[in-house]
């Protein structure tokens, strides 16, 4: 069974420019979640997507946004890059599925990692 | 209320040691708290996980010690080997339903590193 995929797995960017990144969870996984990954902070949530809607949201700053798509792939975008967003961003999937218990597991893909010159 | 403290920040020890990472928290709504392993260059793994009506839990080398009215649990790592070397991360979080979880609030990580 294959992982969760995040593409592209590095990149570079200057201030000021936008990024999108991409999520595939696991095969049959509908809830996929985003997280930033610096050292020091550790993992900060950004958001939770479920079935296409946002589920919960994290302390970001609304040029953090994000989107699911009906198969379960999801995107996540940064606008007008700062510095400080240099970072891993990781995805994480989960199995949320109908009528059964929901371990609470997730499984993250390997990350983005995003450079902001 | 959100957060998770976690310590030591790092930690060496000698191969066949014991490592012992501690997490605290503050929301008492948590019911579910796991611990993830991650090596350089992948994505945390799911390593163990407690939840509060049950004071330890064992896998293998690794054992959670949960302690309810302090708002504290640890991870202890026996007989730590060198392939152990990774950062750990606590974390929290509550059931919303049978079949989700509220968001995981991950403590800020410890790097272990095991010398032989």
């Known amino acids: 069974k294959a992982g969760v995929t995040q593409t592209p797995r590095y990149l570079i960017k200057t201030r000021g420019q936008q990024v999108t990144l991409s999520c595939s969870p696991i095969s049959g996984h509908r809830s996929v979640s985003w997280y930033q990954q610096t050292p020091g902070q550790g993992l900060q949530f950004l958001f939770e997507y479920f079935s296409e809607t946002q589920r919960n949201k994290g302390n970001f700053p609304g040029r953090f946004s994000g989107r699911q798509f009906s198969n379960s792939r999801s995107e996540m975008n940064v606008s007008t890059l700062e510095l400080g967003d240099s970072a891993l961003y990781l995805c994480?999937?989960?199995?949320?599925?109908?009528?059964?218990?929901?371990?609470?597991?997730?499984?993250f893909g390997e990350g983005s990692r995003l450079t902001v010159l | 209320q959100q957060q998770v403290k976690q310590s030591p920040q790092s930690l060496i020890v000698q191969k066949g040691g014991i490592s012992i990472i501690n997490c605290a928290y503050e929301n008492t709504a948590f019911d579910y708290f796991p611990w993830y392993q991650q090596f350089p260059g992948k994505g945390p793994a799911l390593l163990i996980a407690?939840?509060?009506?049950?004071s330890e839990k064992k896998e293998g080398r690794f054992t959670i010690s949960f302690n309810k009215s302090a708002k504290q649990f640890s991870l202890h790592i026996m007989d730590s080997q060198p392939g152990d070397s990774a950062t750990y991360f606590c974390?929290?979080?509550?059931?919303?339903?049978?079949?989700?979880?509220?968001?995981?609030?991950f403590g800020p990580g410890t790097s272990l590193s095991v010398i032989p």
């Open positions: 994480a999937s989960s199995l949320v599925p109908a009528g059964t218990e929901n371990t609470g597991e997730l499984f």
């Open positions: 974390a929290a979080s509550r059931h919303l339903s049978k079949t989700s979880y509220d968001k995981v609030i």
């Open positions: 407690i939840r509060p009506d049950v």
